[in-house]
């Protein structure tokens, strides 16, 4: 027993020791990755040294090119007074040229594009936008300042890399445009009046004791902001300069007619004229003006072109003459034109026109109307037939010739020192007064305005008679009278085209002239202000064009006889204006002088 108890105990001794001895294999086979792990790692440490070290040198050898590189191109470019290969302006090269050289290049090409028009149609209506009246500015100093400074603004590593980056990549500088914005748009609206199918707005007009309400049409207007865009964008490319700009246009209904604000615009108390003497202020009657609303809205229910609406009119007991001329003691500018006597119907216009403006006061900081003054050329109210514009052609309208009395006020006005709110010269050069002198009207559309700036009301008297036609501007003379000169400078002549029409009831081969032929102008027209004799001021009064008119010859076209002539050769007009264009109240002008003309006096002028 005892025995047998030895040999278990043996083996279970012998069981043990083996599974120690395979528990420390076993820790030893555990450990052996990590050791080997460590190994792998100390070397992969060992590697990355190696590594740093090999890019520390070479980072080293790059900087010590790129200082090479760097002085080389330094060494290249320090004495270098050209801009740089690659850099160009407005896609024009410019490398290699000095400043200097690059302003004279790039000048010329933007200078010529300034001189060149810009052509604009809408259907066959032709005009065209000049750069030079929009004031047109290009930033040729900047951008040739720019170009220059490429590779010479930063420190050498940063030239260095522009100078390359500019000859790899190549770099263009566009050029900064700028024009009268104001000043375009108003360009802008004065060709749209002109366009065939203009909207016409709602307007009245005061006739003794009616109201007159003429009802708008629709029609079309320029979208002047989107045109403004195109033509900025034609004058930025430099190399764009043919092909039309179709004018944009947007359909406009007129507004609709406000009958409480013509109430209120009209409505007035009555109230006698008086004045005071210190300080000296003159206050003209006032007629009383009313009327019913309601009464009015239900007229205007009805469908109409024209309403007319009765006044209530109330007189003051005291008029502007009874005070006499203490009230207006002072002549303070006079305008004479001459008409033709014995063309009754146009010098009938001409009185009118006179009588309706006669007599108007106008106190300090009011406006003055000339269309409002007039009312509506109709038979009704008086006027004739007398000579206008119409489709490019001078043709009998009513009302012909009140322009001459615009023009004639216009000239008064400016004498007397007052300010223009509103005026626009013809289309075509008068025979009455010269260019840039003028001022047209026509009826619902183009008003001639002007604001009483003095200190004291002013007077207008006005006659037509013996074919002079004399505009007076009354008031007090101020601490301070001034006289004027004006002077017109032509800067440019539009020819004029011929049109022939045929007609079958003259032979062929037979012409005659309908129309003569006059060459357009483009003005600039300048005012000087004098005290005692001495110039105190200058500046631009006007830039108007003035379109040419087309010489009209009816080519006969009868079969039978024939008549030799002499060849003419046929040329088609270039620009025409279209049969729908509004008429112009106008007299028909003769052949303008392209010279430039002066015009000086102490506030009295005249013109043969």
């Keep these: 027993m005892k025995e047998s108890f030895i040999k278990e105990s043996e083996k279970e001794k012998i069981v043990q020791e083996n599974k120690h001895e395979e528990k420390a294999e076993f820790q030893k086979v555990k450990e052996k990755p990590k050791k080997v792990e460590k190994e792998i790692k100390k070397m992969e440490e060992e590697k990355n040294k190696k590594n740093y070290v090999f890019l520390g040198m070479s980072i080293g050898i790059l900087v010590i090119a790129a200082m090479i590189i760097s002085t080389i191109f330094a060494l290249i470019h320090i004495n270098n007074e050209k801009i740089i290969s690659g850099v160009s302006i407005s896609g024009i090269e410019v490398a290699g040229l000095s400043k200097e050289e690059a302003k004279g290049k790039i000048g010329a090409l933007y200078d010529e594009k300034k001189e060149k028009e810009i052509e604009i149609k809408y259907q066959e209506y032709e005009t065209s936008l000049n750069p030079t009246l929009m004031e047109v500015n290009y930033s040729i100093d900047k951008a040739v300042e720019e170009a220059y400074l490429t590779g010479r603004k930063g420190n050498i590593f940063l030239n260095n890399y522009d100078i390359l980056f500019t000859l790899i990549g190549k770099k263009n500088i566009n050029i900064d445009m700028s024009l009268n914005e104001e000043l375009t748009k108003q360009t802008i609206d004065d ?28 029609g079309i207007a320029i979208d002047t902001e989107s045109l403004l865009e195109k033509v900025k964008e034609r004058l930025k490319d430099v190399n764009h300069n043919e092909d039309f700009i179709e004018i944009p246009i947007l359909n406009k209904q007129p507004e609709p007619i406000n009958i409480d604000k013509i109430h209120e615009e009209i409505y007035k108390e009555a109230k006698d004229a008086y004045y005071t003497k210190e300080p000296f202020t003159v206050y003209p009657e006032v007629e009383g003006v009313d009327f019913d609303v309601e009464a009015a809205r239900a007229i205007l229910a009805e469908e109409k072109e024209e309403y007319i609406i009765k006044l209530t009119i109330t007189k003051p007991k005291v008029t502007i003459e009874q005070i006499g001329s203490e009230a207006f003691p002072n002549q303070l500018s006079i305008f004479t034109t001459r008409f033709d006597v014995s063309d009754v119907d146009r010098s009938t216009n001409l009185r009118i026109a006179c009588q309706k403006i006669n007599g108007k006061v106008v106190l300090p900081g009011e406006t003055f109307s000339y269309n409002q003054a007039l009312g509506a050329r109709t038979a009704a109210a008086g006027y004739k037939n007398g000579k206008i514009y119409a489709g490019g052609e001078v043709v009998d309208g009513i009302g012909g010739g009140i322009c001459q009395i615009s023009s004639t006020l216009y000239n008064s006005v400016l004498l007397a ?192």
């Design 191 to 218: 060709i749209g009046v002109n366009l065939p199918g203009v909207v016409i707005e709602s307007s009245y007009s005061i006739e003794e004791d009616e109201l007159i309400i003429t009802k708008g049409k629709a």
């Design 417 to 608: 020192n007052l300010d223009i709110v509103e005026r626009r010269n013809h289309q075509f050069v008068t025979s009455y007064v010269g260019p840039g002198r003028d001022a047209t009207v026509v009826y619902g559309m183009t008003d001639f305005k002007f604001k009483n700036t003095r200190k004291y009301p002013i007077k207008i008297t006005a006659t037509a008679k013996n074919g002079i036609a004399t505009i007076s501007i009354y008031g007090m003379k101020e601490e301070n009278e001034y006289t004027f000169k004006f002077s017109t400078k032509t800067i440019g002549s539009i020819p004029f085209t011929t049109k022939y029409v045929e007609d079958a009831n003259i032979p062929v081969g037979t012409e005659k002239v309908k129309q003569k032929g006059a060459n357009g102008l483009k003005t600039e027209t300048y005012i000087t202000k004098m005290l005692n004799g001495k110039v105190i001021s200058t500046k631009l009064l006007s830039r108007d064009t003035y379109d040419a008119m087309t010489r009209i010859v009816i080519k006969g076209v009868k079969a039978g006889t024939t008549q030799n002539t002499a060849p003419v050769e046929t040329q088609e007009p270039s620009t025409q204006t279209p049969e729908t264009q509004p008429p112009t109240e106008e007299q028909q002008p003769e052949t303008p002088p392209t010279t430039n003309t002066e015009t000086e006096g102490q506030n009295t002028q005249e013109i043969e």
